[in-house]
């Protein structure tokens, strides 16, 4: 299969591949979105990169070079814009395949000095090794940083069964690199905005849970990565200890929420007491947004009632 072609099929699945991945909460089969790319010169307009692309793609096809070459794996290193880690299970699949049939697919690489940088098909490589073969027929192309930084974006993004952290590794690297904002990165890139806004909820989570994302990314999904995320400013440590559970396997992810949650409702309240002398006037307590007052002496409902409602007019004119 031709360069162009591989990309061709690439591109134009990747709407679909994403929106049911970062929709479908853990372990539920996802709907196929109806946000699919028309073409995939749709997808080329994410950015200058894109487009040149597309023309170098057609450049090589027309002059008949790109052709599949085979090369040492010692020669082949890892692209420094390839976030994501190999999946041990995606390898075992295709050691199963590979032992008996020949890779129809050619990974792509550019070549930097006397060496090759992969810019798609690590697993396969990976694959290879652990079969003991020593080289593997790969597509050689003359690519610039942003051209390659694009490819290997669109190889992890399609890639099946890939985890949503690593796709929002992806895009938190390519929204680094661009400067472009959540809404422009779905715009261009044709998915919805919603579905890039759980993607990128992940970088919203505390810095702790990150290495554990990293060893174990098929642990959440993008809609319990949002719905965490709600809470990681005011409750942390909570939100650390649920992630951390869930890596670890002794908490399910539909139950994370839940977790943090039920947590916080049994927190006690933080009560302090007004003095009038030696006399308790009353006792305030404090939980989750809600003060109470209550009084010693039933008399001074009504009084205290008009001095909270003065004390609120206060403060909500103050914050206009």
Same mark, same amino acid.
């Given at each position: 299969m031709s360069l162009k072609n591989h990309l061709a099929g690439l591109t134009a699945a990747i709407a679909d591949q994403a929106n049911a991945a970062a929709a479908a909460p853990q372990? %539920? @089969?996802a709907k196929r979105g109806s946000a699919a790319l028309s073409a995939p010169g749709q997808l080329m307009q994410f950015s200058e990169g894109y487009r040149q692309l597309n023309e170098e793609l057609e450049r090589l096809r027309a002059a008949g070079a790109g052709q599949a070459v085979k090369l040492p794996l010692t020669q082949l290193k890892a692209s420094p814009? %390839?976030?994501?880690g190999l999946q041990q *299970? &995606?390898?075992?699949? !295709?050691? #199963?395949? !590979? &032992?008996h049939n020949p890779l129809n697919t050619p990974v792509v690489v550019r070549s930097v000095g006397k060496d090759y940088e992969l810019l798609a098909g690590h697993? &396969?490589?990976? #694959?290879?090794?652990?079969l003991g073969r +020593? *080289?593997?027929e790969s597509t050689v192309v003359s690519f610039g940083d942003e051209q390659a930084r694009a490819l290997v974006f669109l190889d992890n993004l399609h890639a099946p069964s890939i985890p949503d952290y690593h796709r929002y590794l992806g895009f938190a690297d390519l929204q680094k690199a661009t400067g472009l904002l959540q809404d422009e990165l779905a715009d261009k890139a044709g998915i919805s905005r919603a579905t890039v806004g759980r993607l990128l909820a992940f970088g919203r989570?505390? *810095? @702790?849970?990150?290495?554990? !994302?990293? #060893? #174990?990314?098929?642990?959440? +999904?993008?809609?319990?990565a949002s719905a965490l995320a709600a809470y990681a400013k005011s409750h942390e440590p909570k939100v650390i200890e649920a992630v951390r559970l869930v890596c670890e396997g002794k908490l399910l992810p539909s139950k994370a929420v839940g977790h943090v949650a039920g947590t916080l409702e049994t927190e006690a309240p933080k009560i302090s007491s007004v003095m009038a002398g030696r006399k308790k006037f009353a006792d305030i307590s404090v939980r989750k947004g809600v003060v109470q007052v209550r009084l010693s002496d039933a008399e001074s409902t009504a009084k205290v009632a008009k001095a909270i409602a003065k004390a609120?007019? *206060?403060v909500a004119g103050s914050e206009e």
């Open positions: 372990g %539920q @089969a814009y %390839q976030v994501g *299970e &995606r390898v075992d699949r !295709l050691v #199963a395949v !590979l &032992r697993h &396969r490589v990976e #694959a290879y090794r652990v +020593t *080289e593997i989570l505390p *810095e @702790a849970v990150h290495p554990l !994302l990293a #060893a #174990a990314p098929d642990s959440l +999904t993008a809609a319990y609120l007019k *206060e």
